[in-house]
């Protein structure tokens, strides 16, 4: 059975239209805003997908950071979509003993029909993707996490039915997270207003990037400024994977957490995003993160049916 394809009279999508065969994906600045609209369309479409149009293919999730989410979504994606998938941390590989990146890539390119991974240093997925000859998926690097935002926007749009001019509020660090976000925003018209302490704003390398340099987001340091009004409040962790968990970093975030009193300055219709694992108490309390404005157990949900989307879209027929 080959991907799902448009019944007559309905506006379902052949995962082939959205023309990203044999594509890598490293960040959302690799898409164009319509290539994303059409992944979150045939996202909806896959929630109940009952075939396996990729029955016969392997997917490589190769993982140098720990991961819930990403890990298992990728999982779950493969097998309802009749692929199956094989699961490597860098210990388990030749990785640990020094050979390259590059011989690791072609190797598993002569096995695999995708490789999803997850490193630290976004040059370092770049050398994957550079040497690999199957497609090369980021599951997240210290600069991006594309696939993560990906179920963000599906989470968006599904609750306001729309995302352009959409008002989005991020609280905390200038991450992976919020630099996919700006790339996202530009892209699709979403109104982005973040709020980080001195010293830890996005990388100006982004910032700088075609697209982005024209539709910056609004860089701020209150929290409450960012937050009036905005119809999604989103933070992450303070400390992200890799980084050094250090007092100082800490000290910087003072005020930054997003509570009640914060959450009550934006839209009363606004929800409220957290890509997870949460430290509760840190960036968000457990009211906000519990509470009826909260869409984070949604936004989880939502990594599993994009990324069908995307294996469909990569590796569809
Ligand atoms: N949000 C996210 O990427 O979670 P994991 O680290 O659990 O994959
Ligand atoms: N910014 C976080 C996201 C975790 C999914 C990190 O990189 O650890």
Redesign the pocket.
Known sequence: MPCPGPGKGDDRMLATDIGIQGSDLLTLHDLSAQTILDLLHLSAQLEHVQDAPLRGRTIGLLFRK??????VSFEVAALELGARSIYMTESQTQLSRGETVADTAKVLSRYLQALVVRTGSHEELEEFAAAASVPVVNA?TDRF?PC?VLADLKTVLDAKGTLAGVEVAWVGDGNNMLQEWIVAAAKLGIHLRAACPAGYDPDPRVLALDGVSDHPPTLLRSPAEAVRGADVVITDTWISMGQEDSDRKRAAFQGFTVDEELMAKADPGAIFLH???AHRGEEVTDAVLDGPQSLVFDEAANRLHVQKALLLAILGE
């Open positions: 720990p991961s819930t989410r990403t890990r997240l996490h993560q890509c997870l694992p």
